[in-house]
Structure formats: structure tokens, C-alpha cells
């Protein structure tokens, strides 16, 4: 980072033509940044002509309205609440199931696994994040779909779901698809993002502090519970957030479970959507420019949600680095 | 005297309830971090055997050279589509991408280099399907369904990838190099090609490579740009191109028990390539760090 400026020479020297070539990399990537924002906002925008962004995120209801006789689309209402609400229950789900097991699994790599069970543990972990996405959703359709359907899933509804009737489910007919299973298999496919950068901050915390701690007393458990998580709390909330900004953006294999169901669902273990399958099962069929307008705005709300997202970790990991945890 | 000394050693070695019970919480969450730990893999095993169950019958060497409307149909055309579409991408994102990297850690003022970092994490978080939307609004309605909407698409992904992994290993070159360079007169751009880039070169190439893998396995993008074809193309990106994860979707989705089976095997032959790149670039930085 600390720059080659010892001389700036004008005129097209070499040394500034080869600074240009190399600029010119990072303008590419930023010109491809405004270009997606601009993009999606001028799409979106003759949706907002015919309705609110309001109604887009407050109403269920996403109907192509009816030609009347004049050829003109009427009662056209695009609202995404149903697949904004799968975005968030899916993803919550996910890092419901992640987060803990994830550091927990973090926390024994580092802390407790000898070193040549920690290598090539981390090293299947890091594996399982090269599988591509469509495979874990045809994993998911063909095989852990059912499993989940027939032991967690089946758990949870028989305990908890004559009290809570998002959780309540008919054992007799079980849906064939459901948001929990989308939920638990975004799970599985972040775990390794969880695992990898809890990982990163829990072996930053500096030795000295594990060793005063010890040097008192504590045990491992009390070592890893006052001093490691405290000190490197901000380093795992990034880490989180990170793999929930994944999780909101995974796509197929998220379409292939989740039953494609518009509205939002009765019941966690009833057929859903998301932002992002939605997009994948609608844009097809999408003519006209308020319909593509409505894949754009669908579009647009995925692109803020990460982008958000990303700033945040940034905003954390910076503090995190500024409060000295990491070297 | 040796009474009290006695007491005291018995005080110190006998554990007393409060130090049983701590322990008893720490052996607790030493056997749960490492159920955790078990559980973080058992997905990658129950995957992999069973798309090896599932795939084994549909493995025949007419599986790799046949297309999908032959009397024994392959995949041969989503095997060579993906890795036209990965190469092109690569080729077209990596030295854009190396290039930024050099910029960011060689050249930038500290302003450039926070805002240029803001730009590569927010075009890291964005999905894939953002990337698919963006090339099916702005280049599917210039260029039709076609490869060079989906390497536009899967670039924008490889893009900040690579940009990212050359300027985090371009930061561990030492300081001290580039200052020898230049105090023997080498010109500042030299400096930077054949003394920083140079010694980060393999660390740079394992970013690209993992870039390659990335955009191997990316469906969502591919469905709205280049969206799969029986037919073989050969190099002509401005039509309709088949891809492995193409062929997996759509097969997925089909009532025919053989498409169904070929979709296994298409992932298990994805899932070989992307896990063997993996391993082998994995297992080198493994080796190269220890060593």
C-alpha cells in the first residue's frame, strides 16, 4: 500500500503509462459498480410510476393485472412482501444453525483440535465452500429435503407447533418443499464462511492474554468464554454477517427446495420463496417494461440488502482492527 | 509446621466442589466444540457419497463424449461450454482484475485505496443472480441469449476476486524489495512488474484460480444469459451456450428417471473438478507456508 511515490515524473513516461494501464483495472470495477446501481434503478423505475415503494414492500400480492379492452395492463400490484419475508426467514434460519456451530467448531480448530487433526479439518471445511450451489440444491431435492422433513423438521412441529402456529405443520401430509429446508440447507452452505472467519479472529487474539488468564487459574473453557470471545466478539458478528449477506443472495439452490410459493407461507414447513428465487422462477416469463421493472426492483432491494450488509462488516472489521485484536 | 505444610498441599490438590464443577463445564464444552466441529463436516461426506451413489450407474465413457440428443446421451457440450465460458471469463476478468490489485497496493494515495476497498467488498457481496439481472436487462436484449452475456455476468463476479487476492498478496511482498529495486535505479513500473508482482505471482495465480472454480459451479447467472443448448458450440459466443450447472438445473426439475441420473452425474463430475482445483491449490499454499 505504502505507494512507489519517490518520484512523479510528467508526460506519458513509462512509469505513469504502466500507473494508467493499472488504473485503469480499478475504474473497470468501478465503472461495473455505478453500472449495476444505475442499471437496476432505471429498470425499477417505470414500476414506481404505476405504484409505490411502499406497496412493493408492504403488500403479498404480486399480480400481472388483466389486459382490459383497450389493451392497457390494469390491476397490475407487484408486491414482494411473500418473497421478502422468505429472504429474511431463510437466512435467519441459516444463521440460526450456522452461527453457533460454526464458532463452536472454530473454537475446537483452533483451541483445543492437536495440529494434525486442526489441518485437515480446516481443510474439509474449506472444501465443502468449492461445492457449487446447484449441487447442494440437487443434494438438497434428492436426499436432505426428505431427511430434514422426516427428524428436525418433524421435532420441532410435534413439540412446538400446537403452541406456535408458525411452527405448526399435519405429520399426516407433510409439504412436499418447505421454508425450514431452504432455511437449514443455506445453513450448510455458509457454515464454512462462519468457520473460516471465526477462525481468522479466535487465532488473532494475542497469546499473552490467554496465558494471563490461565496463569490465574482458569480453565480452557473459562479462558475461551472471558477473554477469547470477548476480544474477538466484533471479528465474529462480521464473520456472521458476511455469511448472512451469502445466505440472502443464494439463488438455485434455494429454488430447487423452497416449492416456489407465492405469498407469505402459513407455517415455516410450508412451500415459500425468496427475493432471489423468485427472480430465477419469474424473469422469464417477465415482457413488458413494468414486469421487468418488478424483477429490477426485486433485483435492486437484493443489491442494497448485501450492500448494506458488506458496509457493516466493514465498518465492524475496521473498529475491530482499530481496538487492537488483531496484530 | 509440617502439619500446616500438610494442609495446605492437601488444600491445593484436593479439588474442591466449586473447581469440580468448573472442570465439569469445561470437559462439557470440550466434547460440544468438538460435536460441533464433527458436524461442521458431516455435510461435505453425506454429499459427496451420496452424489457417488447416485451418479455410479450414469458414469460411461459415452457420459463425456456424447451430447444430450445422441442415442446414448452425454454432456460433452456443457462440459466444453463450461469451460469456454470459465476461460473466457478468466481470460478476460484476470488481468483487468490483476491490474486493479497492482494499482491499489503499488500506486494508490490512501484515499483511492479506501474508497477503491469499499468498491471490492460491496462488488464481493453481490449475488450472483444480481450479476445474472444485470446482463439479462442491459446485454440479453442487444446480444440475445449468448456467451458473451454470461462471461459479462460471470465476470462481474471474478472480477473483485481477483482484485482482492492479488492486493492482499501483493501487501506481504516486503517494502524492503521494492526499495532495493529502486535505489538501483530500476524504473517504478519495472519495479512493480518484475520485483512485486513477480514474487507475488503464485499467491496472484491462486487467486485466479480460484476464481475459475467460483465461476465453474455459478448457475443462477447462466440460466438468464447464456441458458443452455442440446447443441455443440464451439468458440461462437454469440449464441446459445450449454453449461454443466445448466444441465444439473434443468435436469433436476425433469420427470424422466434418466435425466434425473444424468443430472447426478453432471454434478459429480462438476463437483470432481472444483474439489480437485481445490485441493491441488490448497495443498500447494498449505505446503509453501509450512515449508
Not at chain 2, 73 to 90: D, E, F, H, M, R
Amino acid at each position: 500500500m505504502a505507494g512507489l511515490e519517490l518520484r512523479r515524473t510528467g508526460g506519458l513516461s513509462a512509469d505513469s503509462l504502466f500507473r494508467r494501464i493499472t488504473g485503469t483495472g480499478l475504474l473497470v470495477l468501478g465503472v461495473a459498480l455505478v453500472g449495476l446501481i444505475v442499471a437496476f434503478v432505471g429498470y425499477s423505475n417505470p414500476l414506481w410510476a404505476i405504484q409505490s415503494p411502499i406497496d412493493f414492500l408492504t403488500s403479498a400480492t404480486w399480480s400481472t393485472g388483466t389486459i382490459d379492452e383497450n389493451g392497457q395492463v390494469v390491476d397490475a400490484l407487484y408486491g414482494a412482501l411473500g418473497a421478502l419475508f422468505g429472504t429474511a426467514a431463510t437466512s435467519l434460519i441459516a444463521v440460526l444453525f450456522a452461527a453457533p456451530i460454526g464458532i463452536l467448531a472454530a473454537i475446537y480448530l483452533v483451541e483445543f483440535a492437536p495440529p494434525r487433526v486442526s489441518a485437515p479439518l480446516t481443510f474439509i471445511v474449506e472444501l465443502i465452500a468449492a461445492i457449487p450451489s446447484v449441487v447442494f440444491g440437487l443434494w438438497a431435492a434428492g436426499d436432505l429435503s426428505n431427511r430434514l422433513r422426516d427428524t428436525i423438521e418433524w421435532w420441532i412441529a410435534s413439540s412446538f407447533g400446537r403452541f406456535i402456529p408458525f411452527l405448526s405443520e399435519d405429520p399426516e401430509s407433510p409439504a412436499a418443499d418447505s421454508v425450514f429446508r431452504a432455511g437449514f440447507l443455506l445453513a450448510i452452505m455458509i457454515l464454512p464462511m462462519v468457520v473460516a472467519v471465526s477462525r481468522e479472529f479466535i487465532r488473532s487474539v494475542p497469546i499473552s492474554l490467554r496465558e494471563g488468564y490461565i496463569g490465574m487459574g482458569a480453565t480452557k473453557w473459562e479462558v475461551i468464554r472471558d477473554v477469547i470471545l470477548p476480544t474477538a466478539r466484533i471479528g465474529l458478528i462480521g464473520g456472521v454477517l458476511l455469511a448472512l449477506g451469502r445466505a440472502i443472495g443464494e439463488t438455485v439452490a434455494v429454488t430447487m427446495v423452497i416449492g416456489n410459493a407465492e405469498g407469505v407461507p402459513s407455517s415455516l414447513f410450508q412451500p415459500g420463496q425468496t427475493v432471489a428465487s423468485k427472480i430465477a422462477s419469474n424473469i422469464a416469463e417477465a415482457s413488458g417494461e413494468i414486469a421487468i421493472g418488478s424483477m429490477a426492483a426485486l433485483g435492486l432491494s437484493l443489491f442494497l440488502l448485501t450492500t448494506m450488509i458488506s458496509l457493516a462488516v466493514r465498518v465492524l472489521i475496521r473498529r475491530f482492527a482499530f481496538t487492537g485484536g488483531r496484530a | 509446621m509440617s502439619m500446616q505444610t500438610g494442609t495446605i498441599a492437601k488444600l491445593l490438590t484436593q479439588p474442591t466442589a466449586g473447581e469440580r464443577a468448573r472442570q465439569r463445564v469445561n470437559w462439557t464444552m470440550r466434547i460440544l466444540v468438538g460435536v460441533a466441529a464433527f458436524l461442521a463436516i458431516l455435510p461435505l461426506i453425506a454429499l459427496i457419497a451420496f452424489v457417488l451413489l447416485q451418479s455410479a450407474p450414469f458414469l460411461v465413457p459415452s457420459f463425456f463424449f456424447n451430447n444430450p440428443l445422441d442415442t446414448s446421451p452425454g454432456i460433452l457440450n456443457a462440459i466444453v461450454g463450461s469451460l469456454q465460458l470459465t476461460g473466457l471469463t478468466v481470460l478476460i476478468s484476470g488481468p483487468i482484475g490483476i491490474a486493479g490489485g497492482v494499482y491499489l497496493s503499488e500506486f494508490a494515495s490512501p484515499r483511492v485505496v479506501a474508497i477503491g476497498e469499499t468498491a471490492i467488498d460491496v462488488m464481493l457481496g453481490v449475488p450472483s443472480i444480481v450479476a445474472g439481472v444485470f446482463a439479462y436487462l442491459i446485454l440479453v436484449p442487444v446480444l440475445g441469449f449468448s456467451g458473451w452475456a454470461a462471461v459479462a455476468a460471470l465476470s462481474i463476479l471474478t472480477l473483485p476476486i481477483m482484485m482482492r487476492s492479488t492486493q492482499e498478496v501483493l501487501r506481504l511482498v516486503p517494502q524492503a524489495i521494492r526499495e532495493a529495486s529502486l535505489a538501483l535505479g530500476v524504473p517504478v513500473w519495472k519495479t512493480a512488474l518484475f520485483v512485486s508482482v513477480r514474487t507475488a505471482l503464485p499467491g496472484i495465480l491462486t487467486g485466479v484460480i480460484l476464481a475459475f472454480s467460483r465461476a465453474l459451479g455459478e448457475t443462477a447467472p447462466l440460466l438468464m444469459t447464456a441458458r443452455g443448448t442440446n447443441a455443440e458450440n464451439w468458440l461462437d459466443f454469440s449464441t446459445t451456450m450449454n453449461a454443466m450447472p445448466i444441465v444439473i438445473y434443468q435436469y433436476s426439475a425433469a420427470a424422466d428417471d434418466l435425466l434425473i441420473g444424468q443430472a447426478w452425474a453432471t454434478a459429480l463430475v462438476l463437483m470432481a473438478i472444483a474439489l480437485t482445483i481445490n485441493v491441488l491449490v490448497r495443498g500447494r499454499t498449505v505446503n509453501s507456508r509450512t515449508a
